[in-house]
């Protein structure tokens, strides 16, 4: 898979993003969910395929309740070593803030069959629009669906759901990725730092 576009978006002068390439080791497959505050606050849901991390932006987050079906918009393939980055994205460049990692870990294709490739069945779900798999995470467990859903948002062809199965880590209550997350986080703290400045920002 080309990075190229990954490339064209940034200067690697300028930020400390890995300009990485395509993994071509062969190991368990990763996930990882990076919190992102740029413009706005949102989630990055990647999945390492083709020696890329195949990516989408959630902007509520992954939920573990079944009903629950994330907006999830496909962006650029990430390189693999994205997999690690997490630090301030400069003023100036494309995504500026700072992101942090939320959620990593490995997963599989979710099969009938224990012993079909789960590459193979991955990119069939990747193609068809209805790719299934199941994460193995701290805070993210169990079976999860990205499906395509008919374009409803003027000629865009990037817009999934993102929806968790009902198994044994599901939940009928609501779930809220931001009450998962530190206090103490960077993102955290600059929210509140921005948010005392505001309370204390008197009109003249």
């Known amino acids: ?11 690697f002068k300028q930020t ?15 996930f990882v969910v990076q919190r992102h505050k740029a413009s706005h606050l949102h989630y990055d849901f990647r999945l390492e395929l083709n020696g890329v991390l195949k990516s989408w932006a959630v902007p ?19 390189p693999y070593e ?27 294709a979710l099969k009938d069959d224990k012993d079909a490739n789960d590459e193979k069945l991955l990119k069939a779900g990747l193609k068809s629009g209805n790719l299934k798999f199941v ?16 374009n409803n948002y003027g000629d865009k062809d990037n817009v999934w759901l993102l929806i968790k199965h009902r198994d044994k880590y599901a939940t009928d209550k609501k779930y809220d990725s931001e ?22 920002d008197k009109p003249l």
Do not use: Q
């Not at 998962?180 to 204390?200: D, G, H, M, Y």
């Open 1 to 11: 898979m080309s990075l190229s576009l990954y490339k064209k978006k940034r200067d």
């Open 60 to 78: 509520k987050g992954p939920s573990l309740n079944p009903g629950d079906k994330r907006l999830a918009m496909m962006v650029e393939d990430h």
């Open 135 to 150: 994460l193995k995470g701290k805070k993210l467990k169990g079976e999860f669906a990205l499906v395509k859903i008919k």
């Open 179 to 200: 009450k998962e997350t530190l206090k103490t986080s960077p993102i955290n703290k600059l929210i509140s730092k921005e948010k005392n400045l505001r309370k204390n």
């Open 82 to 108: 994205y997999k690690d980055f997490k630090g301030v994205i400069p003023e100036g460049n494309y995504g500026a803030g700072i992101v942090e990692i939320w959620d990593k870990g490995t997963y599989t």
């Open 16 to 30: 400390a993003e890995p300009a990485g390439a395509v993994n071509t080791a062969k190991e368990k497959l990763i």
